[in-house]
């Protein structure tokens, strides 16, 4: 079976923003694919069950002021596997902003690089910007959760169908200042951990849902001044908060500008927390200035509470350069290796406050994932992206072995760009890299999309199968893994 439905784009087909264009053009089609019109090359796992979803920024409307690649509305693309089959889907996220903008058929909020544009109150930690929830999606109590990097409402949609169901109508209004990207969930107890981070006091608030979708914790977080973080980590006991060197300077907020600023002269802050402390708890620790965008993970080690992500140790804040070209510009602060963006692991003893601090690798990498099933505990493996050079593109997958060292690679080959891995460990998996490694891929030679299915143990042998996707898909960053057994709710534990 094969549906569709598409919707009008108003994008300029003249315009000359490479983030709109080639393998960043919009898609204006909503399918569903199943059964023999789902093309398969190779055989499905039969031991692959769940769903790989991934958020794509899918602008619909010509973009008032310039367009960023973050700013585009979201849309989801999943392919759900079970008994060796698979179907497709992909759904626009149905906001608020979405909607107001499907019904003026043009854009009404301009985006990250010129807020001042505004003309009405927005969304977002900026507060002029659409709610896109292009931004990130992650799966907790049977509800995909779609947000904007800033902070918006926690956008709901069914992990299926992918029908956009609204706002958490409980959640949402006890968090006025929304929940920022990367929220995590901890598989074994069911509680999503998340953050958000207004630029009014506190800076930043901290929450706990737990299995059954109720707030069970929320607490203000007193940082010293309005911040920037995009990530959060959680152990089994503790969270852990980021108080980064980048941020809006405060006399300009006053009179209503966004000059980002990064400031070396200060220390990176990382904040402690146990799951259901309180601002007076926090443990901060200081480390070498940085910034941050994704942690792999962290866990507990004796004293030690273990962070391990992707240091930016030379950030360049945005736009970057002396191009006049604004787009050449952007490029280059998206570029990981003009940040020198690589693995590195983090130790917070928390004994005697004490921080160590350990280079992984070299490689420019970032976008790391590991298995949710260890999420929040010791782990082995992180599963991180490689970028094509000059460009805000994924040109392969890279393995760390943070055990016993080692890494692995798959490179999807010229003109072949990805999205975020995620693990899908295997039915019945008895070792954490006993399954398959998932990434949509948008290949501009063949004019097509195909979501590739590596062995998580063997990458480098090339994908098992490979599932053809009805046209070419944007390429999109930010995915999550839904395991069969928790699409209808936490239901590995008693809720
Ligand atoms: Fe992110």
């Known amino acids: 079976m094969l549906q569709s439905s598409k919707i009008k784009l108003t994008v300029r087909e003249d315009t000359d923003n490479p983030f709109l264009l080639g393998p960043f053009q919009p898609n204006d089609t909503e399918y569903t694919v199943t059964g023999p019109d789902l093309k398969v090359i190779g055989e499905i796992p039969k031991d692959l069950h769940g769903i790989y979803v991934r958020n794509t920024h899918n602008q619909v409307h010509h973009p008032i002021g310039v367009y960023h690649p973050f700013d585009g509305d979201g849309m989801l693309h999943a392919v759900h596997f079970h008994d060796g089959k698979a179907e497709y889907r992909n759904r626009f996220v149905q906001t608020t902003g979405f909607l107001a903008e499907q019904a003026a058929g043009k854009s009404l909020w301009p985006g990250l690089l010129q807020p001042h544009l505004y003309t009405r109150r927005g969304w977002g930690a900026i507060g002029a910007m659409k709610d896109n929830a292009g931004t990130d999606v992650k799966h907790h109590n049977g509800k995909l959760i779609a947000t904007m990097s800033q902070g918006s409402e926690p956008w709901r949609l069914d992990p299926i169908t992918l029908e956009t169901l609204g706002p958490d109508p409980v959640l949402g209004p006890r ?78 907020l006053k009179q209503g500008r966004h000059d980002l600023v990064f400031n070396r002269d200060l220390p990176a802050r990382f904040g402690v927390i146990p799951r259901f402390g309180d601002n007076a708890q926090v443990r901060w620790f200081e480390a070498t200035t940085c910034f941050i965008l994704h942690l792999t993970n962290c866990f507990e080690d004796g004293d030690e509470v273990v962070m391990d992500g992707c240091i930016m140790p030379d950030f360049k804040k945005p736009p970057v350069g002396e191009s006049d070209d604004i787009y050449t510009r952007i490029k280059n602060n998206l570029d990981k290796h003009n940040n020198k963006t690589h693995m590195h692991r983090w130790r917070f003893n928390m004994r005697t406050g004490q921080t160590r601090e350990e280079r992984i690798d070299d490689e420019v990498t970032e976008f790391p994932a590991c298995s949710n099933d260890y999420v929040g505990r010791p782990y082995r493996y992180s599963y991180n992206v490689l970028y094509k050079k000059g460009e805000w593109l994924f040109s392969g997958l890279k393995r760390f072995d943070l055990v016993k060292g080692g890494t692995a690679r798959y490179e999807f080959g010229d003109g072949r760009y990805g999205s975020e891995p995620q693990v899908a460990r295997a039915v019945g998996a008895k070792a954490e890299d006993d399954g398959y490694v998932l990434s949509f891929v948008t290949d501009m030679n063949a004019n097509q999309s195909e979501c590739l299915i590596l062995r998580a143990d063997d990458m480098a042998a090339g994908p098992v199968a490979r599932v053809i996707l009805p046209e070419r898909i944007q390429v999109g960053t930010h995915a999550c893994w839904v395991e069969g057994d928790r699409i209808a709710g936490e239901g590995r534990i008693a809720v």
Not at 191 to 210: C, D
């Open 175 to 252: 968090v006025p200042d929304g929940i920022a990207s990367h929220n995590k969930v901890d598989s074994l107890t069911g509680e999503m951990m998340f953050f958000n981070y207004p630029e009014h006091h506190p800076f930043m608030n901290y929450g706990v849902v737990n299995a059954k979708g109720e707030l069970v914790h929320y607490v203000p977080i007193e940082l010293p001044g309005a911040r920037w973080p995009h990530d959060l980590g959680i152990t089994q006991n503790y969270t852990v908060l980021h108080d980064l060197p980048l941020y809006f300077d405060a006399a300009g």
